[in-house]
């Protein structure tokens, strides 16, 4: 498909442009999508702003910023049109992080940790754009029934199956979640739909832990704002309250904050299993009381990407387990990318989920 399509091109911190390039081209084993909805992740944020390089071979744009998105298929390389995969009007979700099947990590299912692979967005030009090329076997058929926004969701959300499969939330259990993000409520719905017998949401803003209520937290904790209704200075002493003493049995943190990420151990049972999902800084370090942990026999994991578990995200949105009108707050144009990505850092107000409508039709 030759001609120009709008994007917004990245260039260095603080300097993003909507200019028209060239449509990209596609190999025999590539997709062209039609970008219809992109989120704005925190990735994208942390870019923009210069937080974090890119994975670009210097680190540096030029660069189309945007990875979580889905849009129809206009043109199907050599090798998926054979097989019959995908046609033109094809309706997918797309997996930006696409490794390379042929190295030992891979092998051996660890597609999270393949160093081969490359991720529109963040390696090679992503969907802050109308149009987008994707391998072919990173992108999956929609359900009936689920809208081109909801799709842009499960890009996050596979994320946080992955933290909640490592969790393995049994009958039951208590669950406490330190992070009332996008990432932390679909956690709070999962553990419910795992079969949680109650869930705690910790936070700092009473906004994004009220949305955390919808989605199906038993109990919501403010440990920062006095005047909240919410409030408790003693995070540990609350959680052995609400478990009259026992803990509790799954603690999971999608959160950077070094607070949360320590308070995690103190709140956790004798047995528990403690997931670590945010990703603070380089050079932070947690603090395991070695001794009590082993006599506690706590069991503490992380979790990185979505290796295998996006069929798993695909039917918690079409299941309604995820209520996506409950996760994104804002909604912006390609245009507007830029404003778009400022506002959902520095903007006031309320605010949760920004997506980037790049094409709102269905």
């Known amino acids: 498909m030759k001609g120009k399509m709008k994007a917004q091109v990245f260039y260095e911190p603080e300097v993003m442009r909507l200019e028209e390039i060239d449509i990209p081209q596609i190999a025999d084993d590539e997709v062209l999508v039609k970008v219809k909805y992109c989120g704005i992740c925190g990735s994208d944020i942390s870019y923009y702003y210069g937080h974090s390089p890119l994975g670009t071979a210097d680190g540096k744009g030029p660069l189309v910023l945007g990875h979580e998105f889905s849009g129809q298929v206009v043109e199907v390389g050599k090798i998926p049109a054979d097989k019959g995969l995908f046609k033109p009007g094809d309706r997918v979700i797309c997996n930006p992080v696409q490794q390379c099947n042929a190295c030992d990590m891979c092998a051996e299912g660890k597609f999270n940790l393949c160093a081969h692979g490359v991720v529109p967005g963040v390696s090679v030009n992503g969907a802050f754009a109308e149009y ?6 990173h992108l999956y058929h929609m359900p009936e029934g689920m809208t ?35 990432i932390g409520n679909m956690m709070v719905a999962m553990a419910k739909a795992r079969g949680a017998s109650k869930v705690a949401l910790v936070g700092t803003r009473d906004y994004p832990l009220g949305i955390g209520k919808e989605c199906g937290a038993d109990y919501i904790i ?17 959680i052995s309250e609400l478990t009259g003493g026992k803990m509790s049995e799954r603690v999971i943190v999608p959160t950077s904050n070094m607070e949360a990420l320590q308070k995690a151990l103190d709140v956790a049972a004798g047995g528990a299993t403690i997931v670590y999902f945010g990703l603070p800084g380089e050079g932070d370090m947690i603090q395991v009381p070695a001794l009590r942990s082993i006599q506690s026999d706590i069991n503490i994991r992380f979790a990185w990407l979505a290796p295998l578990v996006w069929p798993t995200a695909i039917k918690a949105v079409a299941a309604g387990i995820i209520d996506t009108d409950k996760i994104f707050t804002h909604e912006f144009s390609l245009e507007d990318a830029e404003k778009g990505i400022i ?11 920004g997506v980037i409508a790049v094409d709102s039709s269905e």
């Open 222 to 238: 403010n440990i920062r704002d006095k005047n909240s209704p919410n409030y408790t200075d003693d995070i540990v002493g609350k």
């Open 343 to 353: 506002f959902m850092k520095t903007g006031q107000g309320d605010k949760l989920k």
């Open 132 to 137: 987008c090329v994707m391998k072919y076997t």
């Open 148 to 182: 081109y926004k909801q799709a842009s969701i499960v890009e996050p959300l596979a994320c946080a199956a992955y933290g909640m499969k490592k969790l393995d939330v049994q009958l039951g259990d208590f669950v406490t979640v330190f992070g009332p993000g996008p």
